[in-house]
């Protein structure tokens, strides 16, 4: 015998199917909340022909409207005394691939954050979450064709992150840094 299900009880199954969907397409960026914070540390920094240079390290990680945002400094010390820093700010906006995101480093006309063209030697730059590393590429296009990536792998560790640093020049390493960043 075949009954009718009542409208209400239609209505329901839909809203906890509707529910249910919600649940599960929360876009990946809401897992950058375990990575929010700010660490400091540092390191040395080995080049290519083997040479160390010490160097102070920040992160700071945060949630925004549409993604989030990693800010990073970076303070060389240099044998004469000098201390050479420098400082980034990118914005990471969900991309249409799970767990991969886009940067948002500049506005187009419409007012929306774009990439920047690695065609006009501007850094090509994304990120992703797996597990619990937070990796951030950069990616150059230099005038005869060659590349330089940089590679960034955070991974959330007991009392702060460790970071992995890497940078390849046409395939060959020229520098590396792997560290412990503590959270503030």
Not at 123 to 129: K, T
Request: a negative charge; hydrophobic letters at 40%.
């Amino acid at each position: 015998m075949i009954r009718a299900v009542p409208i209400s009880q239609k209505l329901m199954l839909l809203c906890a199917a509707l529910c249910a969907f919600a649940v599960l397409s929360v876009p990946a960026w809401a897992d950058v909340s375990r990575f929010v914070g700010d660490y400091v540390g540092s390191a040395e920094v080995i080049s290519a022909d083997g040479d160390a240079s010490k160097r102070d390290m920040s992160v700071s990680i945060s949630e925004t409207k549409e993604g989030f945002t990693v800010d990073w400094t970076s303070a060389t010390h240099k044998p004469d005394g000098r201390i050479k820093e420098k400082s980034y700010s990118i914005s990471f906006v969900p991309s249409d691939r799970d767990g991969i995101y886009a940067a948002a480093m500049k506005r187009n006309v419409f007012g929306h954050a774009v990439q920047l063209d690695p065609m006009k030697g501007e850094p090509f730059v994304w990120g992703r979450i797996e597990g619990d590393t937070l990796t951030v590429y950069s990616l150059f296009v230099d005038d005869v064709g060659g590349y330089e990536l940089q590679q960034f792998d955070r991974t959330l560790a007991e009392g702060g992150l460790t970071l992995k640093f890497t940078n390849l020049r046409n395939g060959s390493l020229q520098r590396s840094v792997n560290t412990f960043l503590k959270q503030q």
